[in-house]
C-alpha cells in the first residue's frame, strides 16, 4: 500500500512541476501551454529558459517523478493485489 501512495504522491509533484514549466512559458506570451496537453513541447522551454535564466535540472526532476512514480504505482498495485487469478469455485 505504501508504494501505490508514494506512487501516487511522486506522479503528483510530476504535475505539479509540469504546471510550474507551462506557466512560465505562458506568462513570456507561449498563450497555449496551458492547454496543449501532451503535446507541450519541453525543447522550446530548455531553448526559452536559457534566455530567461532558469534552471534546467528541474525537468529532469519532474520526469524522474513521473517515471518512478508510475513505476511503484504498479508495482504497489501488484503487491497489493497480487498476480494470481482467484478460483471461481
Not at 496543449?36 to 525543447?43: N, P, V
Not at 520526469?63 to 512514480?69: L, P, T
Request: net charge positive; hydrophobic share 55%.
Amino acid at each position: 500500500m505504501i508504494m501505490m501512495v508514494l506512487g501516487i504522491a511522486l506522479i503528483v509533484v510530476g504535475s505539479m512541476l509540469d504546471f510550474m514549466f507551462r506557466s512560465r512559458m505562458a506568462s513570456i506570451g507561449y498563450k497555449w501551454a496551458l492547454f496543449q496537453g501532451g503535446a507541450f513541447d519541453y525543447s522550446r522551454y530548455h531553448k526559452v529558459r536559457k534566455e530567461n535564466g532558469w534552471a534546467a535540472w528541474p525537468v529532469y526532476v519532474m520526469w524522474g517523478a513521473i517515471v518512478c512514480g508510475l513505476v511503484l504505482l504498479i508495482a504497489g498495485f501488484f503487491s497489493y493485489f497480487g498476480t494470481s487469478p482467484r478460483s471461481r469455485g
